[in-house]
């Protein structure tokens, strides 16, 4: 857990520097196993939030994790980010709203970047 909670705080840092709205961390390992943490962000248009996804990917390579699987960047309107201990979902604003995450994994224990 100590693993997971050192990449949230990198992939938090990354996505700050990148000016991401609506930032959530929603714990989950209570109650999934696809994932300890899972990391929500939004930004204001597709060049936003793929500055984001490049910026969370170099932060987390020279920290030594390599994503499993990245999808949606090209369209960068929802992309996914899959660090195996964490998740990291990135959105433009209208989508975030329209899937919102946080009502379907409502079970799961929203944090602050300080509970880290």
């Known amino acids: 857990m100590e693993e997971s ?6 992939a938090i840092e990354a996505l700050e520097d990148k000016k991401a709205g609506n930032l959530t961390i ?9 994932a300890d ?3 929500i962000a939004d930004g204001s ?3 936003q939030v793929q500055a984001m996804i490049d910026n969370v990917e170099e932060a987390m ?3 030594g994790y390599s994503p499993k699987q990245i999808e949606g960047y090209h369209t960068a309107n ?3 980010m899959d660090y195996g201990n964490i998740i990291i979902h990135i959105f433009d604003a ?4 329209f899937y919102d995450l946080e009502r379907i994994w ?8 300080d509970d880290l």
């Open 106 to 113: 409502r079970d799961g224990k929203e944090i602050s970047k």
């Open 45 to 47: 248009n597709g060049n």
């Open 37 to 39: 943490f899972f990391v």
């Open 26 to 34: 929603l714990d989950i390992s209570e109650i999934s196993t696809i």
């Open 5 to 10: 909670k050192k990449m949230t705080r990198i």
């Open 94 to 97: 209208e989508n975030r709203l």
């Open 61 to 63: 390579g020279q920290a």
């Open 78 to 80: 929802w992309v996914l």
